[in-house]
């Protein structure tokens, strides 16, 4: 059932990742109504030098983007490659095939791809989404973490309630709150957690003698509908996170779309569904 959820990862974000050349187009087309809200957009490959400072949001839509000065707002980037190495005051929304995150967040960060290597300090949440998840021992997460994804190694500090829906979890890290975990799951040494643990698998699990679990541990064998909550869980995620670009982006173009497509929204459903029965 894991693998299935595995591969359904994968193959989802390789979609994504496909589509990134149309993405650019779209996206730039959107950017036309943009307010002034928006401190600096930038389209293209983008380097954000360790000795300079963005004094506002940061918008980035380019194939590699990298981050290593300071940003005193939010850091947005769609890209094939985001590394950042810098000190961001607000918010982190990353969408990319491969993000490193390093440095620090001081508030939520919101990382999608492929492939996702936390490795600094999140002031609040962090969720991340990706066919290979790590967070490294050097990590730290001041709120709560929320990951989905295949392949999911957790070694860092999580300081509030962690939840994973996972493939494959290997949990080493410290977590101060309560951890629920849906997927396979392996705890390793030096693993520590101050609440309780709550997994959802297809075998129970044997902890090592060295583990430090401050609450109970719960088993609930995991039946078929925890496979479709989890793949509806990642959809909306990923929606989700595509909406926060169109808000962000273009409001008044967003604002505008919704205002004609609602009033008439049943009639569009039905005729995209009389569509569909005809071309099959």
Known sequence: MFASLTKYVRNMLWYT????????LFLALALLPLTAAASSVHIGDYFLKGSERAAGDLYVLGERVVF??????????????????ASLSGDALFVSQAALLRGSVG???????????????????????????RVTPSAR????????????????????DTRIVGGETTLSGRVGGDVTIWGDLRVRSPASIRGNLTYHAEHE????????IGGTVTFAPAPKEDFVFSTSLLFGLMMLAFASFLVL????????????????????????????????
């Open 17 to 24: 990742v496909s589509m990134r050349k149309k993405l650019p």
């Open 68 to 85: 290593a000065g300071e940003v005193a707002g939010d850091a947005l980037s769609l890209s094939v490659s985001t590394v950042s190495h």
């Open 107 to 133: 508030d939520d960060a919101r990382v999608i791809g492929e492939a996702i290597v936390i490795d600094g300090e999140i002031g609040d949440d962090l969720v991340a989404i990706g066919a290979r998840v």
């Open 141 to 160: 997460v001041g709120g709560n973490l929320y990951i989905v994804g295949g392949e999911v190694e957790m070694e860092g500090e999580v300081l509030k």
């Open 205 to 212: 699990l044997k902890l090592p003698e060295d583990v430090s």
């Open 249 to 280: 982006f273009a409001p008044l173009r967003t604002e505008e779309v919704l205002l004609d497509v609602l009033p008439r929204f049943a009639e569009r459903v039905l005729r995209g569904a009389i569509i569909l029965v005809v071309t099959l």
